[in-house]
């Protein structure tokens, strides 16, 4: 496999680096943004990856025609958890519940990789760590083996993934590929247009 989508059509989504059977394909941030790199001599041209990918998989006009839906604003009605957070809290409301009803929450955190601090999808099942996923990152994630642990984690209790759409996308294709029960996985899709050059915000960071 050459290419699995189209450079500037990729969404960084990690999908293909979970679903190769041969470890083929790791993500590199090389350029500013997370693109896929296939080892060729790893490859076996199952075509998994193409067949999964998002960018390979946009749904046309009449295929998102769907009846009226209805619209609610929502936030959190606790001062502080509004405050520390940077769309009302909604998010960090359901994922409190999750936490404390034995469930366990997949979604962006920073951590420090390598001496640099890089936004990176983790699942978290304290109140305590649940703090790492506040607040929006405003910048793409590594989602390496995410859709794996959230795979592995939902055949014993419930998870909430949160997450933007192309991601959200990604972990059910990766359900659907390997034919994992999703019954306990529920998702929280975030609404955003596009990312920011990964490296401007290193350096605005550093």
């Known amino acids: 496999m050459k290419e699995i989508c189209s450079y500037d059509n990729c969404f960084g989504c990690s999908l293909c680096h979970d679903l190769c059977p041969k470890n083929a394909i790791t993500i590199s941030c090389a350029s500013g943004f997370w693109r896929p790199v296939i ?3 790893k490859c076996i041209d199952c075509g998994l990856c193409k067949k999964s ?5 946009i749904a046309d006009a009449e295929t998102l025609k769907r009846p009226t ?8 009605k606790d001062e502080i958890t ?3 957070s940077a769309s009302g809290g909604l998010a960090y409301e359901l994922s409190k519940w999750f936490i404390e009803n034995g469930g366990c929450v997949a979604g962006c955190s920073f951590e420090v990789v390598n001496g640099f601090l890089t936004a990176k999808h983790i699942i978290v099942d304290t109140i305590t760590d649940l703090q790492k996923l506040s607040k929006s990152k405003y910048v793409h994630s590594n989602k ?3 859709y794996k642990a959230v795979a592995e984690v ?12 192309c991601e959200v996308f990604a ?3 990766y359900f659907k590929a390997g034919r994992h029960d999703i019954t306990n996985v529920y998702t929280f899709v975030m609404s955003w247009r596009k990312f ?3 490296h401007v915000y290193t350096l605005a960071r550093a």
């Open 53 to 57: 990918c998002p960018a390979n998989n």
């Open 39 to 41: 080892d060729s001599q």
């Open 82 to 84: 509004h405050f520390n």
């Open 69 to 76: 839906m209805h619209c609610y604003a929502s936030w959190s």
């Open 144 to 146: 390496d083996d995410i």
């Open 171 to 173: 972990l059910y294709e």
């Open 196 to 198: 920011p050059f990964r």
């Open 154 to 165: 939902s055949k014993h209790r419930k998870v909430l993934f949160i997450g933007v759409s």
